[in-house]
C-alpha cells in the first residue's frame, strides 16, 4: 500500500515558477514509477511526466517538456515537479500518482494522491 499527497500548490504569474511535491508512504517506494497528471476545469485528466523507480528514467507530455522537471528524493520518499516559464493554460489540479511498471498510457496507475490547485494569479 501506497499512500500519496501532494502539496506546493498556489497561485503563480505568468512565465513564473512553482515546485510540488508528491510525499509518499511506504517502505518499498523506491520500486515505483511515480507520475504527475493534472485536470484543468471542464478538460479530461492528462499525463504531464513520470520518472522510474531509480529516477534515472523520465518522460514527459509534449506541452510541458523543457518547462518541467520531474525528480525523486528516495531517501525522503518524495518526488518533485519543478515547472518553470508556467502558461496560464497550465492551470489545473495536479495529482502524483505511482505504478509497480512503467508509466504507459494504456495501464492505470495503482495509487493516486488527492491533487494540489495550481492557479494563475492576477
Known amino acids: 500500500q501506497v499512500q500519496l499527497v501532494e502539496s506546493g500548490g498556489g497561485p503563480v504569474q505568468a512565465g513564473g515558477s512553482l515546485r510540488l511535491s508528491c510525499a509518499a508512504s511506504g517502505r518499498t517506494f523506491s520500486s515505483y514509477t511515480v507520475a504527475w497528471f493534472r485536470q484543468a476545469p471542464g478538460k479530461a485528466r492528462e499525463f504531464v511526466a513520470a520518472?522510474?523507480?531509480?529516477?534515472?528514467?523520465?518522460n514527459y507530455a509534449g506541452s510541458v517538456n523543457g518547462r518541467f522537471t520531474i525528480s525523486r528524493d528516495n531517501a525522503k520518499n518524495t518526488v518533485y515537479l519543478q515547472m518553470n516559464s508556467l502558461k496560464p493554460e497550465d492551470t489545473a489540479v495536479y495529482y502524483c500518482?505511482?505504478?509497480?511498471?512503467?508509466?504507459?498510457?494504456?495501464?492505470?496507475?495503482?495509487?493516486w494522491g488527492k491533487g494540489t490547485l495550481v492557479t494563475r494569479s492576477s
Open positions: 520518472v522510474s523507480g531509480s529516477g534515472r528514467a523520465t
Open positions: 500518482a505511482a505504478a509497480i511498471k512503467w508509466y504507459s498510457p494504456r495501464d492505470d496507475m495503482d495509487y
